[in-house]
């Protein structure tokens, strides 16, 4: 089983940026799948950004493609989302998850063997 702690979550203006950050242990990270997903108010668990181990490939929705950044530091074990030109439908609880199989379903939910506890991003002005 793998733990996983997200942080950075705040409230911000639109427009602005922040940098959500998982951190992992109980398995080796450089193993592990990664993607961020979040759930708006009312609305179901969404599919944000995934990253292969090495991190040679990296895949977004297209609601956030372009304006957020999925990356990772294996050495220290952390995955990071860095999100900029924030919208008020960017207000969601942002989570972080690990897959140890990876596969193509990289955007389903079922995929993802663990989950962080989850960080709320507030975009408003």
């Known amino acids: 089983q793998v733990q996983l702690v997200e942080s950075g979550g705040g409230l911000v203006q639109p427009g602005g940026s922040l940098r959500l950050s998982c951190a992992a242990s109980?398995?080796?990270?450089?193993?592990?799948?990664m993607g961020w997903f979040r759930r708006a108010p009312g609305k179901d668990r969404e599919f944000v950004a995934f990253?292969?181990?090495?991190?040679?490939?990296?895949y977004y929705a297209d609601s956030v493609k372009g304006r957020f950044t999925i990356s990772r530091d294996n050495a220290k074990n952390t995955v990071f989302l860095q999100m900029a030109s924030l919208r008020p439908e960017d207000t969601a609880v942002y989570y972080c998850?690990?897959?140890?199989?990876?596969?193509?379903?990289?955007?389903?939910?079922?995929?993802?063997?663990?989950w962080g506890q989850g960080t709320q991003v507030t975009v408003s002005s």
């Open positions: 998850a690990a897959s140890i199989q990876g596969g193509s379903y990289y955007s389903v939910a079922g995929t993802y063997d663990s």
């Open positions: 109980g398995r080796t990270f450089s193993s592990l799948y």
């Open positions: 990253i292969r181990p090495t991190g040679s490939r990296t």
